[in-house]
């Protein structure tokens, strides 16, 4: 198990975990989100390949619509 940061929480996941599959556990839309590991974006074509490590810290920003 490995611990990451995820918007100031800390959360525990099972050692190759993906981005991907955290976002997809925290229920985080797919669509108008964009995301940074340890302050590098990340694009969502690599969502899937990108392995989260021990002490990972990650941004998660969702666009909201209004004025």
Do not use: R, Y
Request: proline letters at 3%; a negative charge.
């Amino acid at each position: 198990m490995i611990t990451i940061t995820m918007n100031q929480q800390k959360l525990v996941v099972a050692e190759n975990t993906s981005l991907q599959q955290v976002l997809e556990n925290s229920q985080t839309p797919s669509s108008g989100v964009a995301v940074a590991i340890n302050e590098q974006i990340i694009p969502k074509s690599e969502w899937s390949s990108q392995l989260l490590k021990n002490n990972d810290h990650l941004l998660v920003i969702q666009a909201v619509q209004g004025g």
